[in-house]
């Protein structure tokens, strides 16, 4: 049988008394009164049946009795408050389970993986390839990031980044091929991330819109499109977040200097009990600190930004007015500025 214990107050009071040499000092630490603490020590002394203290001095002492007792009660009690502060430290060890919209997890996360790992070195993350905002409320998933116009219920949802769209293209396809203005658009094959509505909405504000399409191909989300023009199969749209480093490194171009705003963007969501798990907290953390900082460290420069359903014409870039992207200029086509698409396809 498990031997009786003494109770915890008078072994507390008795520990406090004990290492601070006086019982003033122990009912100004546990925040009672003198009298409360002796009160303590005379409960625990009758039921050990021994006396703790030598009374008398202005320093308490203690008898062998004490000292016997006051090292392994000491010892629990540290013991006690390093568990303590060990269950109420924040967890940031474990897997983090992330779904994210396929060509943002292509091309922009999977890039950074290794930045977030730095920082957090105990946390492995299992990746899965996905726009379905219903999983956002499976328990296979913590953190869900999606391309849509918001709004979810029943979820902790934060917008992450707004896009814009333009046309890009392989610097080798330019060369062979040129873009002198949009109409020369009808002798490229069209490549769409989605149903076709945003190549609508950018033809639109470069009054295009009733331009002959000969050739398009449709896929089922930007990552796909952006990879075959990427490969020269084509003119895609591209966004300011997922093309920008193939942008920067001159695998693709922006031919056009007009972008235009898509109608959805990119969230960061979870199911609201999560949103509080230290795991899940500095991943989402991360997320916009580091989309944050590389907004920060882009140049900021005037430049004109054409968001009307109808504008001027779209005309060749000659340079990078916005400063968005640092890439080599190609011969007829150079950087324009931002991107974006389309919510379930993105």
């Known amino acids: 049988m498990t031997a009786r214990l003494p109770p915890l107050n008078p072994l507390r009071a008795f520990e406090a008394a004990a290492r601070l040499g006086s019982i003033s000092a122990a009912a100004r630490e546990l925040k009672v009164t003198h009298g409360a603490v002796s009160h303590q020590i005379r409960t625990l002394e ?52 992330v779904s994210c919209v396929p060509a943002l997890l292509s091309l922009w996360l999977i890039p950074r993986m290794g930045s977030f790992s730095e920082q957090y070195p105990e946390i492995s993350l299992t990746l899965t390839s996905s726009n379905d905002a219903a ?46 203005s949009v109409r020369d658009l009808r002798d490229h094959v069209l490549l769409h991330g989605d ?20 050739r398009e191909h449709f896929m089922s989300d930007a990552r796909l499109s952006t990879e075959a023009a990427r490969h020269g199969q084509g003119i895609a749209l591209g966004d300011n977040i997922t093309a920008s480093s193939l942008i920067a490194s001159g695998e693709l171009v922006i031919p056009f200097d007009l972008s235009v705003p898509a109608s959805d963007a990119f969230y ?12 899940a907290k500095v991943f989402i953390d991360w997320m916009f600190s580091t989309i944050e900082s590389e907004r920060l ?46 919510s379930e396809k993105r």
């Open 297 to 342: 460290s882009r140049p900021s420069t005037s430049a004109r930004h054409l968001i009307r359903s109808r504008g001027p014409r779209a005309t060749p870039m000659q340079s990078d007015p916005l400063g968005t992207f640092s890439t080599r200029p190609h011969p007829r086509a150079t950087l324009a500025t931002k991107p974006r698409r389309k």
């Open 46 to 97: 009758e039921s050990l049946k021994a006396s703790l203290f030598v009374r008398g001095g202005n320093r308490l002492k203690l008898t062998p009795q004490g000292a016997l007792l006051l090292p392994a009660v000491s010892s629990a009690f540290e013991g006690i408050a390093a568990a303590t502060a060990l269950v109420n430290r924040p967890s940031t060890s474990g897997n983090l389970r």
């Open 268 to 279: 960061v969501t979870c199911r609201n009990e999560v949103r509080s798990a230290p795991i």
């Open 135 to 180: 999983l956002v409320q499976s328990p296979e998933i913590d953190v869900s990031i999606l391309y849509g116009p918001g709004g979810w219920r029943d979820c902790w949802a934060r917008l992450w980044s707004s896009l814009e769209l333009f046309p890009v293209a392989s610097p080798t396809l330019l060369n062979s091929r040129p873009l002198r």
């Open 195 to 214: 149903d076709g509505r945003e190549w609508n909405t950018w033809l639109a504000a470069a009054d295009q819109l009733d331009m002959p399409r000969l």
